[in-house]
Every structure is written in structure tokens, then in C-alpha cells.
């Protein structure tokens, strides 16, 4: 299982440094991102968009530490492991910080009227919420068999967030890729000191 997780970080990581290049040239993925917001900001309907706000907001950081914090004491009750839960925390500022190192470093530029010009990739919203995700997954079905299934509804659940800031044009397709990416590897890298213990 350790060689799978050093796997899934090297090709997440890989995969993430191949979308971060295409971002920032004129490549296929931008073409796409920016048929998509066209697409998006003509078709999607009003009611929509509202619901988008509303789970946009679960990734904004007054929501979104409190519910950290939150989990970080319910695996420190559950696991009886303070070093959990404090790793936990860790992981998902973590995620957060590299999210937002990522965009200063990465200053992806787009034209068009759809999202944010620059400093959109990758989604810090989508990193964040599927690495807390991603934890409590891990956490929750240590040594279980469903364990896998319990990441791929991680990873939804994060990608539903990342639809949301699509659809509200806060972020495009690729950025939204990206924090799935580099959530996959921090998710991984924790599952991997978690073994290591």
C-alpha cells in the first residue's frame, strides 16, 4: 500500500505541474476553460447559480475552519489520538497554504469576462474541501476494505465544490482540476505518515 500512495503523490504532483504549464500557455486546456464559461454563463440557470453560492461558501474560510476544528476533535474522540487530530489540522492548512503559494507563484492569465484573471490556479475551495474530506475518509476507514470507496466520495465531494465555483465563475475547469490534483497528493502524503507511524 505505501508504494500505491507514493504512486498517487508522484503522478498527482506530475499531473498537476502538466495542467499548471497548459494553464499558462495557449494550449487546449485554456480553449476549453474558456468555451465552458461562455457555455456556462449563457445556459446555466439563476436557481443554479444560487445553489452554487450557497456550497461555494462551505470552502470560504469562516465556514470551512470551524468544520476543520470540528473534525480534528471528533478523530481525536473517536481514534483517541490527539496526534491525530492535530495532524489533521495540519494537513488541511497544509493544503491551504500550498493552494495559495501555488497561485502567486503560478499568476495563470486568461482573457475573457468569465472568471478571475489571474491567481486562480489552483482552486484553494476545492483543495481544501477535498483534502478535509480526503481526512476524514482516511481517519474514519483506516484499514477498511472500503476505504477507496470512501476516497472516491472524498473526492466527489470535493469536486462538487469545484463545480460550484464554476458555476458561480469564481474558477475555471482547470483550476478546479488543479486543487483536485494537489489534494490527491497531500490526502496521499497523509495517508502515508499515518502508516509510517
Sequence with gaps: MRGRDIRTVQVSLMLLAAVAIAVNTDSPIVSFDESAGAWS????????VWVAHRLFRIGNPETFMPLTLGTACAIV????????GVLAIATVGFAGAASSILKEILSSYRAGDYAAHFHTFPSTHTTVTTTLLGVIAVCLFEGRRSQGRA?????SGGLLIGVAAFLIAAHWPSDVMGGLLLATAVVATFRLILRGR
Excluded: C
Excluded at 474522540?77 to 491525530?84: E, I, K, N
Excluded at 476516497?151 to 473526492?155: C, D, E, K, N, R
Design 41 to 48: 454563463k449563457e445556459n446555466v440557470p439563476h436557481t443554479i
Design 77 to 84: 474522540w473517536l481514534q483517541r489520538s490527539v496526534m491525530r
Design 151 to 155: 476516497l472516491v466520495a472524498a473526492g
